[in-house]
């Protein structure tokens, strides 16, 4: 910890608290692991907090009026709230709105992966799971502050959070921006022994101004940020650092002096904390470890991906087959219905099938003005209470080996493993890795979008089935799961792919209305009929042609052959012989139209929708 941590943090938190504030610390281990702090280590990252408040402790801060809470094992304890939160700020905001926070893990925006948009999204949530009214930080974390209250609007809550944010002192290092721990020689650290402050100190980069002075940034930041700063220089005392300023740019206050009296400002500073360490048998045995671990990981870094290996072997494989059911919407269509079917199909044994009820809040897709998040998510419930009677009813045999498991449910089960997942996910996957579009497009796209995929990861992972069938958009995600799996050294589970491409009835790139281009689950026969007949089906064209492909990648699979009356029977066997025809039209269009208009209708009988 340096200076600014330690010794400017005591003086502001006793000056909220002599405001009769209530401080409450949210030391962050669960966001210093995010950021891959201690080498990931999560029980050494607490380790460091004990130490943070031992620090804090010797330098007067007034402790008993000090609540501090470690945001891993309370968030654990409100794990559904907590993150129901993070997902409603989730669906609400851009990756380039979230990319605007990157200052806050010291990132520019191009170094990050997809777990640091997660970072700023929890700690924007955390004034509002704290109940507080203010948030008292540094001016790097300004911008995520402004975020919780830009979410605070947008959700009409009544008290926006107050920010209240402090100086970032300069390093001593001539160009170096903030005091930073990654360079030694720009920061004074708590531990630092006398000669090595002085040696800090003296070396400082000090130009006779005041702009870009990190030695007058710190007197004026920190000396004098009390009323008694009890500073000595030059052989004389200064109360004021107007007057300290003054009389180093006229020369009656050398550089050597100066840098003098803020070394022995600080040494005298430090010395209650240097005791403290000594003394102290759990500060003592904590520093000792603290030193010992740094020593370890130096002399031989722990293997990547450990704990996460260590979380997905908890429990024994499932001889079972992972399958998503397909997101929420207001109006389904067939295509995402009969894609699940024919995934369900393709599975041999036993299935788990995840109702992804937070990822369809998520990303919104039932369209609602995500006002209430409760009754929001009751009709994304209804939804899939429709959609396994639906499954019941179409294929009661296969559903005899189906164990449907509800996303929120098996989040809330194991919410720390879920996330640890979902995060250790996202550190070594890139945002255009988890989604192919281009950087312009990139920057309007909803970070939710990369929220999702990483929760299907964990979902997919958390599952421990040996086999995972998904359809082809859905495919890329599975080659993530294996590249992390890879990763930690554990075993990735069999993916089976299942090509389903159901394009739009109409011609692409035209202007046809929504409820022409697609046949949803609640048509009526006659309305199916209809868009049959009226389908984009253009003679010789093979490549745009959605009859073709609905037969090729559904009729046939499901129903083993197409029949077209007074021509032929297709099946896999020699469905390339029907494009060749169909190029030649003599399977033409009006042929197609008549086969396809049974076997549609009859699909879709099979799985029409309540209404």
Same mark, same amino acid.
């Given at each position: 910890?340096?200076?600014?941590?330690?010794?400017?943090?005591?003086?502001?938190?006793?000056?909220?608290?002599?405001?009769?504030?209530?401080?409450?610390?949210?030391?962050?281990?669960?966001?210093?692991?995010?950021?891959?702090?201690?080498?990931?280590?999560?029980?050494?990252?607490?380790?460091?907090?004990?130490?943070?408040?031992?620090? *804090?402790?010797?330098?007067?801060?007034?402790?008993?009026?000090?609540?501090?809470?470690?945001?891993?094992?309370?968030?654990?304890?409100?794990?559904?709230?907590?993150?129901?939160?993070?997902?409603?700020?989730?669906?609400?905001?851009?990756?380039?709105?979230?990319?605007? %926070?990157?200052?806050?893990?010291?990132?520019?925006?191009?170094?990050?992966?997809?777990?640091?948009?997660?970072?700023?999204?929890?700690? %924007?949530?955390?004034?509002?799971?704290?109940?507080?009214?203010?948030?008292?930080?540094?001016?790097?974390?300004?911008?995520?502050?402004?975020?919780?209250?830009?979410?605070?609007?947008?959700?009409?809550?009544?008290?926006?959070?107050?920010?209240?944010?402090?100086?970032?002192?300069?390093?001593?290092?001539?160009?170096?921006?903030?005091?930073?721990?990654?360079?030694?020689?720009?920061?004074?650290?708590?531990?630092?022994?006398?000669?090595?402050?002085?040696?800090?100190?003296?070396? =400082?980069?000090?130009?006779?101004?005041?702009?870009?002075?990190?030695?007058?940034? *710190?007197? @004026?930041?920190?000396?004098?940020?009390?009323?008694?700063?009890?500073?000595?220089?030059?052989?004389?005392?200064?109360?004021?650092?107007?007057?300290?300023?003054?009389?180093?740019?006229?020369?009656?206050?050398?550089?050597?002096?100066?840098?003098?009296?803020?070394?022995?400002?600080?040494?005298?500073?430090?010395?209650?904390?240097?005791?403290?360490?000594?003394?102290?048998?759990?500060?003592?045995?904590?520093?000792?470890?603290?030193?010992?671990?740094?020593? @370890?990981?130096?002399?031989?870094?722990?293997?990547?991906?450990?704990?996460?290996?260590?979380?997905?072997?908890?429990?024994?494989?499932?001889?079972?087959?992972?399958?998503?059911?397909?997101?929420?919407?207001?109006?389904?269509?067939?295509?995402?219905?009969?894609?699940?079917?024919?995934?369900?199909?393709?599975?041999?044994?036993?299935?788990?099938?995840?109702?992804?009820? *937070?990822?369809?809040?998520?990303?919104?897709?039932?369209?609602?003005?995500?006002?209430?998040?409760?009754?929001?998510?009751?009709?994304?419930?209804?939804?899939?209470?429709?959609?396994?009677?639906?499954?019941?009813?179409?294929?009661?045999?296969?559903?005899?080996?189906?164990?449907?498991?509800?996303?929120?449910?098996?989040?809330?089960?194991?919410?720390?493993?879920?996330?640890?997942?979902?995060?250790?996910?996202?550190?070594?996957?890139?945002?255009?890795?988890?989604?192919?579009?281009?950087?312009?497009?990139?920057?309007?796209?909803?970070?939710?979008?990369?929220?999702?995929?990483?929760?299907?990861?964990?979902?997919?992972?958390?599952?421990?089935?040996?086999?995972?069938?998904?359809?082809?958009?859905?495919?890329?995600?599975?080659?993530?799961?294996?590249?992390?799996?890879?990763?930690?050294?554990?075993? =990735?589970?069999?993916?089976?792919?299942?090509? %389903?491409?159901?394009?739009?009835?109409?011609?692409?790139?035209?202007?046809?209305?929504?409820?022409?281009?697609?046949?949803?689950?609640?048509?009526?026969?006659?309305?199916?009929?209809?868009?049959?007949?009226?389908?984009?089906?253009?003679?010789?064209?093979?490549?745009?042609?959605?009859?073709?492909?609905?037969?090729?990648?559904?009729?046939?699979?499901?129903?083993?052959?197409?029949?077209?009356?007074?021509?032929?029977?297709?099946?896999?066997?020699?469905?390339?012989?029907?494009?060749?025809?169909?190029?030649?039209?003599?399977?033409?269009?009006?042929?197609?139209?008549?086969?396809?208009?049974?076997?549609?209708?009859?699909?879709?009988?099979?799985?029409?929708?309540?209404?």
């Amino acid at each position: 910890m340096h200076v600014a941590q330690g010794l400017m943090k005591t003086e502001l938190v006793n000056a909220c608290i002599d405001n009769n504030c209530t401080f409450v610390f949210w030391v962050a281990d669960i966001f210093a692991y995010i950021n891959g702090k201690m080498c990931g280590d999560l029980e050494a990252i607490q380790k460091c907090g004990e130490y943070f408040i031992h620090v *804090w402790k010797s330098c007067g801060m007034k402790i008993e009026q000090v609540e501090f809470l470690f945001a891993y094992p309370e968030i654990n304890k409100q794990a559904e709230a907590y993150y129901r939160t993070v997902l409603d700020i989730s669906r609400r905001f851009t990756i380039s709105r979230i990319k605007k %926070c990157a200052t806050i893990m010291g990132k520019k925006e191009e170094q990050l992966c997809a777990a640091q948009l997660l970072y700023p999204i929890m700690q %924007c949530s955390d004034p509002f799971f704290l109940k507080v009214r203010a948030c008292q930080l540094g001016l790097d974390q300004r911008k995520v502050n402004m975020l919780a209250r830009e979410y605070a609007t947008a959700t009409k809550r009544k008290n926006k959070p107050i920010v209240l944010s402090h100086h970032m002192m300069m390093g001593l290092v001539e160009g170096c921006g903030k005091a930073s721990k990654s360079n030694p020689d720009s920061a004074v650290f708590m531990e630092d022994p006398p000669e090595e402050v002085e040696r800090k100190i003296g070396k =400082a980069f000090c130009p006779p101004k005041v702009e870009d002075n990190p030695v007058l940034d *710190w007197l @004026k930041n920190m000396v004098f940020l009390t009323d008694t700063p009890n500073f000595q220089a030059g052989g004389k005392d200064w109360n004021n650092y107007n007057d300290v300023e003054k009389a180093f740019l006229d020369g009656s206050l050398p550089e050597a002096d100066l840098k003098g009296g803020l070394t022995n400002w600080l040494n005298q500073k430090l010395a209650p904390t240097h005791k403290h360490f000594e003394e102290d048998p759990d500060a003592k045995k904590l520093l000792e470890y603290l030193k010992e671990f740094k020593r @370890k990981t130096a002399e031989n870094p722990p293997p990547q991906g450990a704990v996460l290996k260590s979380i997905i072997e908890r429990e024994k494989p499932k001889d079972a087959a992972f399958i998503m059911a397909p997101l929420a919407r207001p109006k389904p269509t067939l295509g995402p219905m009969v894609s699940l079917l024919m995934q369900m199909k393709k599975a041999t044994g036993d299935i788990v099938l995840c109702i992804p009820t *937070w990822s369809s809040m998520v990303l919104n897709t039932m369209e609602t003005n995500m006002g209430d998040w409760n009754k929001d998510l009751k009709k994304v419930t209804t939804f899939y209470d429709k959609l396994v009677k639906k499954l019941n009813q179409a294929e009661p045999e296969l559903m005899k080996k189906v164990t449907i498991a509800y996303q929120h449910d098996s989040i809330a089960s194991a919410a720390s493993d879920y996330w640890y997942v979902a995060i250790t996910a996202g550190q070594v996957l890139s945002v255009p890795t988890l989604i192919d579009r281009t950087p312009e497009q990139l920057e309007s796209t909803g970070v939710s979008e990369v929220v999702s995929r990483l929760m299907f990861i964990a979902d997919g992972l958390l599952s421990r089935c040996t086999t995972i069938v998904v359809d082809q958009d859905l495919a890329p995600l599975t080659e993530c799961m294996k590249k992390i799996c890879k990763d930690c050294g554990g075993g =990735a589970p069999n993916v089976e792919v299942v090509k %389903c491409e159901l394009v739009q009835l109409t011609k692409l790139g035209g202007d046809a209305p929504a409820d022409k281009r697609v046949i949803f689950l609640d048509d009526a026969k006659n309305i199916v009929a209809a868009k049959v007949k009226q389908a984009f089906c253009e003679p010789s064209n093979v490549e745009h042609n959605p009859l073709l492909t609905l037969a090729e990648q559904v009729i046939i699979p499901l129903e083993g052959k197409l029949d077209v009356p007074n021509h032929k029977v297709y099946t896999t066997d020699n469905w390339e012989e029907a494009k060749k025809e169909f190029a030649a039209d003599t399977l033409t269009p009006q042929l197609l139209k008549q086969a396809m208009s049974a076997p549609v209708t009859a699909l879709l009988d099979k799985l029409r929708w309540p209404k």
